[in-house]
Each structure stands twice: as structure tokens, then as C-alpha cells.
């Protein structure tokens, strides 16, 4: 049976491919050069960029390929890869740290001799047949509102580490039957295994969504929804081989404890580390605009998913015009606050009005001092190659000598974000991102550095000069950056981006 069924999926891919509908191939190749007044870049020169973009001065080059192969009967093949090499003045170790705060404006590190690092940002292949698509590989994840947010629309996920390999099978918005439109669904599964240096070595990642969408009026949707992730198995130097068969593979996806051989903890509570995110957001698509509200809230445990955590998360609005050319076309304001983390203490006695209420109830309240981003026994927490993969503004502690990153240092912040974007001239493309936040680091510190809340500015103006050859496909993109405040190094940081794209398609 199992024989039959993978001979016949494999004539049907073989039929579809050579009923092909449409061809398209795209490249970019671009050369980059950063500088900055001090040894590390500012903010938003690094932030967001998939972990591509180095975090010290220098030289490198960035080169993409993707192909999308579609048939006559709805399927379409899509593969790509994008590769980066760097020249730096600086030991290679040192070349994707996080930036430096402040009072470790000396890497770990230490320097060294001019070199190059190269790596592989993406390297994909995938099927897509209607509302369903299947990524095998490394793989950027879209992000909304155009590239000014500082989430791109997930607090938890945001692009700001390395891509990490592994499968993603998503199904796209569909209406459900019977429903006139009114509701639609999406949902992705996923897995991955992390490849960098971390406390728990080869540890491995499940990630799981399902999103609602209710059709309040024909131009405004509503939509609701969870995404969790877990990291779970791999070899931790404190507790030894984590669980990792497939029954405890099913324990991380169901959420429950694990058996006889997991810790402690996770006998206690669930098996592994487990975060997301839930989603509250707001459509309004107007004739001549869009706008859109979110409130994305952070979960690490179960009071975060009983929004014990209120008011923290992510708020955006974003206000968008459907005419491009003007000088400003998009505008995004995110208010960010995660300092209550569902209070200060985690295991609460009860006090004696309490028991008073309700004699039989639990001797204690366990909540609170939730703690984003880290996890006592996958100590390097949601981290990846040195970056904090979330919310950006959550600082990761300063790697020790091998790269690793135990963590961050500080999730309890108060920010204020401001994007706009647009064409100069109605020719010109632009960016304008500033963020001022105030950062307090953790209910308990971990960083003497946080003994007192450090405030921060952070700005990035950057424009694009399309086609500045003619018939050649060569465009010029300049970036201006800078840091001020306590958190950060004061810092101006400069980028040049020449790069050399195209598109080219075929239809039969």
C-alpha cells in the first residue's frame, strides 16, 4: 500500500512539472560596506537582518538565487540559496556577536588578524499546491509592515537571529465551509534542530500555530491566534542527555511532563522549554489605506497563557496608503511593555484573607517572574548564534569564550517605536525608524550594569537609488545609523549597499 501511494505522488509531481505554466528565476548580488565610530554597529544596523549582517566594520558580500517552477494544475516547485562572506579586521568568532553593550565595550574575544567568514543564510526547497506549502531547508520567514517594526509582526520569531534548518508545513488562510467568508483558518507545523554553540548541545525546536480570522465587516477582519514553540532533547553538561524518542517527542507537541528519565522539573511541569505568543489583531482596508491594530502578547509559561502577564506585549498600529508614490506611505507606532511578567515573585503563599475565602484552596500561587527568553535548564534560552531570536530590545547576556550565550540579561522593558517610510520626490524610496526604550533588565539581576534602568535612542534612516545605470540593474542603497544612551555605546554607523538584481520569467 505504502508503495502504491508514493508511486503514484511520484507521477503526479512528474506530470505536473511537465505541464509547466510558469518559470521565474531571480539573483541579487550585493556588496556592502559598514563602518561606525565605534568598534561594534549600532542598532538597527544589525537588528532584523536574519543574523546576516555582521556586528563589527567591515566588507561583505551577500548573493541570492531562487527559482519558482508553477503547472497548469495549481502545484509550484520553489528552491533558493543566499550566501554571505565577510572581511573583517577582527577575530572571526567575534564577527556575529550581539551588539555590545555599554560596559562590555571589549569583546570577550579580543581581536586578531584580518579574515573571512562566509555562511549560509538560506539554502531551501519547497512545493506549494493552493493554500498549502511545504518548506524543507533554512528559509526566511515573512514579516509584515514593510520593515519598520521592530517585530515584523511576531514577538517571539522577529528575523533578528540566523535562520534555523529544519521542515515548515503551513496552510494558508482558508474559508471554511458553510461560512460565506465570514471565517478562515491558517496554521503551520514545523521543526528544527539548532546548530550553534549552546549550553544544551544539539538541542532541537517545535514550533505550532493555528489563527483565526472573523470577517466583522467586508472591510474589517478580526483575527485571533496562538503560535508556540519548543526547545526540547539535545545534551545538557548539568543533566545529560535530555529525552528525545519519539514519545517524548509527543509529549513536547501535546505540552505534558515528561516520563522517568526527563529532570525534575519536567516531570513537575512539561518536558522541555516552552514559549509563544498570542495574537489579537484588527484589519481595516479602506479604499485608499489600510490600518492595522495588533496587541502581540509574549507567553514563557502558564500564567502568561492565562494573560496573568497583562498589559504586557507588543502593541502596533500601522497606517498604510495604497498610493506607494507619496512621501510618506506608511506609518508605525509600537508601544512595548514587558516589566510585569505576571509579578515579581513566582511561587506566592498564600496569605491568610486568602485561605480565609476558600480553605481548600492550593497553599500556594505559582506565577509570576515569568522570566522571557530563558530557561533554567536550556540556559542559552531563546537565543541563536549570539542574537536574541524575539524581540529584539530583550538583550542576550555577553558570550563567553566558545560563542555561547547563556540567556538574556534584560526582558523588562518600556519602549516607544516609530517607523515611516515613503518615496522622496515620489522617486526616492526611504526608512526612518527611531526607538527610545527604558531597560531594567530582570526581577533578579543578573548584570550589576542593571541595578538602575538604562535609557536608550536608537535611529536608522536608509534610502534606495534604484536603476542608477541605465538598462543595467544596479541600484545604490545608503544607510545612516546611531546609538545614544546608557544601554549602547554613543555610535554613528554608515552602510553602501551596491548590489546587482533581476527577474526573469517564462511563460509557456
Request: proline content about 5%; some cysteine.
Amino acid at each position: 500500500m505504502l508503495t502504491r501511494f508514493i508511486t503514484a505522488a511520484a507521477l503526479t509531481l512528474v506530470s505536473s512539472v511537465l505541464s509547466a505554466r510558469s518559470f521565474e528565476l531571480g539573483w541579487d548580488v550585493s556588496l556592502y560596506s559598514a563602518g561606525a565610530t565605534e568598534k561594534s554597529l549600532p542598532f538597527w544596523m544589525v537588528t532584523n537582518r536574519n543574523g546576516i549582517f555582521p556586528n563589527t566594520h567591515g566588507t561583505f558580500m551577500v548573493g541570492d538565487v531562487d527559482f519558482r517552477y508553477g503547472t497548469r494544475r495549481g502545484m509550484d516547485i520553489h528552491a533558493g540559496v543566499k550566501l554571505s562572506g565577510t572581511f573583517v579586521p577582527v577575530s572571526l568568532s567575534d564577527v556575529y556577536a550581539a551588539p555590545l553593550m555599554k560596559d562590555f565595550a571589549e569583546s570577550p574575544f579580543g581581536t586578531a588578524a584580518s579574515g573571512f567568514s562566509g555562511m549560509i543564510e538560506e539554502a531551501y526547497a519547497g512545493l506549494g499546491w493552493k493554500m498549502l506549502r511545504l518548506d524543507l531547508g533554512m528559509i526566511d520567514r515573512p514579516s509584515s509592515f514593510n520593515g519598520l517594526s521592530l517585530t515584523g509582526g511576531n514577538v517571539v520569531w522577529t528575523g533578528n537571529a540566523r535562520n534555523v534548518p529544519g521542515y515548515n508545513f503551513q496552510v494558508d488562510w482558508f474559508d471554511i465551509p458553510g461560512t460565506r467568508g465570514i471565517f478562515s483558518v491558517k496554521a503551520n507545523y514545523a521543526d528544527y534542530r539548532l546548530l550553534d554553540n549552546r549550553y544544551v548541545d544539539g538541542a532541537m525546536m517545535h514550533n505550532k500555530s493555528l489563527f483565526f480570522r472573523f470577517r466583522l465587516h467586508e472591510r474589517v477582519h478580526l483575527q485571533l491566534g496562538l503560535e508556540q514553540w519548543s526547545l526540547w532533547g539535545g545534551d545538557s553538561p548539568s543533566h545529560g542527555r535530555q529525552p528525545q524518542s519519539f514519545k517524548d517527542y509527543l509529549r513536547v507537541v501535546c505540552g505534558v511532563s515528561g516520563g522517568s528519565d526527563a529532570t525534575a522539573s519536567d516531570q513537575v511541569n512539561v518536558l522541555g522549554d516552552h514559549r509563544g505568543r498570542e495574537l489579537i489583531r484588527i484589519d481595516w482596508s479602506a479604499d485608499s489605506f489600510t490600518m492595522t491594530f495588533a496587541h502581540d502578547i509574549p507567553f514563557d509559561d502558564g500564567s502568561g497563557m492565562g494573560l496573568q502577564n497583562f498589559p504586557d506585549g507588543v502593541n502596533t498600529v500601522f497606517f498604510s496608503f495604497r498610493d506607494t508614490e507619496r512621501w510618506v506611505s506608511d506609518i508605525l507606532y509600537e508601544f512595548v511593555y514587558t516589566k510585569w511578567q505576571s509579578g515579581r515573585v513566582h511561587d506566592l503563599p498564600l496569605t491568610e484573607e486568602d485561605l480565609e475565602k476558600d480553605p481548600n484552596a492550593p497553599p500556594h500561587i505559582v506565577g509570576g517572574c515569568d522570566n522571557y527568553f530563558n530557561n533554567s535548564a536550556y540556559r542559552s534560552g531563546w537565543t541563536y548564534y549570539g542574537r536574541t531570536a524575539g524581540l529584539p530590545l530583550f538583550t542576550p547576556m555577553p558570550a563567553n569564550a566558545d560563542g555561547t550565550v547563556y540567556g538574556v540579561c534584560n526582558n523588562r522593558v518600556l519602549a516607544h517605536h516609530v517607523g515611516l517610510g515613503g518615496k522622496i520626490a515620489r522617486r526616492i524610496p526611504y526608512r526612518l525608524k527611531a526607538t527610545f526604550s527604558l531597560n531594567y533588565g530582570q526581577y533578579r539581576q543578573r548584570l550589576s550594569v542593571f541595578e538602575h534602568r538604562l535609557s536608550q535612542i536608537s535611529l536608522a534612516f536608509e534610502m534606495d537609488f534604484p536603476h542608477i545605470l541605465r538598462n543595467v540593474p544596479v541600484s545604490l542603497s545608503v544607510g545612516l545609523y546611531g546609538d545614544t544612551g546608557e544601554l549602547y555605546q554613543d555610535n554613528f554607523g554608515l552602510t553602501i549597499r551596491l548590489s546587482y538584481s533581476g527577474r526573469r520569467s517564462y511563460h509557456p
